[in-house]
């Protein structure tokens, strides 16, 4: 009788702990998509982009010229001509090369400093919420690693409200 007694007590407690969790939910993804500076950080980094596609399109268009004007005109050079001017195209071929490179490296140097302050204001305003709230656990679905959800609270109009949006 003593067992079953401690049975059912230890079964209460444990009962009355998982009760005191309390569980929510949000779309970190969606929130920052709701967020104004969001939507000012992808309009520089378009911009951005526009840029050094512009500026790659003008080298290729550049390195064509020279290579059409170089099949053109390779029967008439000779000698350190012909050298000058296959240096002339591989030097442009490596620039170009270079260009891709550090562009694509400074887009996503552009991309963290964007991000990042915003990514850290979400955060801070899911914290405030979950705290306000009294959360236990707040599961970020954008993430996918949640399979399925049924007893939580979805947070994002609290936070939504938060950051007055």
């Known amino acids: 009788m003593k067992k079953y007694i401690l049975t059912i007590i ?19 993804e969606e929130l920052i998509s709701l967020m104004p500076e969001a939507k000012q950080a992808e309009a520089e980094l378009e911009n951005m982009q526009k840029n050094a596609d512009a500026t790659y399109k003008a080298m290729l268009q550049e390195y064509q010229n ?4 170089y099949q053109n005109d390779a029967e008439n050079l000779k000698g350190a001509s012909l ?4 240096k002339e195209i591989l030097d442009l071929e490596n620039r170009i090369g270079q260009f891709e490179q550090s562009s694509q490296q400074q887009f996503q140097e552009k991309y963290i400093e964007l991000l ?8 801070n305003a899911i914290n405030d919420v979950a705290e306000k709230e009294k959360y236990t656990y707040i ?4 993430k996918g690693n949640i399979l399925f959800y049924e007893n939580g609270d979805n947070i994002l109009p609290l936070v939504k409200k938060k950051l007055k949006l």
């Open 83 to 86: 050298e000058a001017r296959q």
């Open 116 to 123: 990042q302050p915003i990514q850290e204001k979400a955060l």
């Open 66 to 69: 020279k290579a059409i004007a």
């Open 139 to 142: 599961f970020d679905i954008s």
């Open 10 to 28: 230890i079964c209460t407690l444990t009962t009355l702990s998982y009760a005191q969790h309390k569980l929510g939910h949000i779309n970190s």
